[in-house]
């Protein structure tokens, strides 16, 4: 028992120094790109000015990256008296895998979609879009919330919300002026690839599908989602680019600019790795 608990108390230490190595990285570029306009309009004193504002950015974006995300979809908090059912899928989920119960958000867009938001597990949040609710079955639905779970549980949401909430700041200048997304766009990419791997999402898939216990569900509700999305593909703009890599499925057409915003691993390998799950565990 001793063994097993110096394990899990290894696995958790580098769970947490890979989550502060990501942020890290998220954080690089906006300092870089502070400091740098800085030190070019007014040398090192403007250096420093940049590297001040880059802290003060920083600290309103922890503070409030989770509602930048959120709202980016429109999201509302849902009551337990609209959607009962959710709620108990969602609290059955969160005590099986010893979490607190998230906030439950909801989101108007048709395409089938949900994520996962905030900065610690007593701060998370779990968005559903209303196409997702029309469309999945329990068990698929359970299948989903089971991965967002995992994201939750996995110390992915920190660095995840925080490049969100940095690529939202970088990018608003764009929604004023489009063309300006083809210049702050690359940055707003480059801050979000170098915070999410595409190996979150494996292990999302998998966590989630045995906490739930059906990774065929689970399977089932990827080809539901992909199907929706390929149908009601939304537009990469610059409110929504952002927040594409906290989706469960990217809910955009895989072309054109969409593609600097793309970190989820194809659906394929996804929907093998899970079939390959429920094989096992029978």
Known sequence: MAVRADRRGAGLSSSRAGAAARLAAAVLPLVALCTGIGAAV???????????????????????????????????????????????????????????????????????????????????????????????????????????????????????????????????????????????????????????SRRREYRADAAGALLAGDPVALAGALRKIEAGVAELALAPDARLSPVAHLMIVSPFRPDGFARLFATHPPLGERLRRLEALAGYRR
Do not use: W
Not at 111 to 120: H, I, K, L
Not at 158 to 176: R, Y
């Open 42 to 196: 007014a040398g090192g004193v403007g250096a420093i000015a940049g590297l001040a504002v880059a802290a003060v950015v920083l600290a309103v974006v922890c503070a409030y990256c989770d509602r930048l995300a959120l709202s980016a979809m429109a999201a509302r908090p849902v009551s337990e008296v609209e959607h009962p059912e959710l709620y108990r899928l969602v609290r059955e989920l969160s005590k099986g895998g010893r979490l607190p119960v998230p906030r439950l958000f909801l989101s108007p867009a048709e395409q089938p979609n949900s994520f996962a938001v905030g900065r610690n597990p007593r701060s998370a949040a779990i968005c559903c879009t209303d196409g997702l609710l029309a469309s999945l079955d329990e068990a698929e639905l359970r299948g989903v919330l089971g991965h967002e779970l995992a994201h939750v549980s996995g110390r992915d949401l920190l660095p995840a919300t925080v490049s969100a909430g940095l690529a939202t700041v970088i990018t608003f200048p764009a929604t004023l002026a489009r063309l300006l997304m083809l210049v702050l766009g690359p940055v707003a990419a480059l801050v979000i690839r170098l915070s999410v």
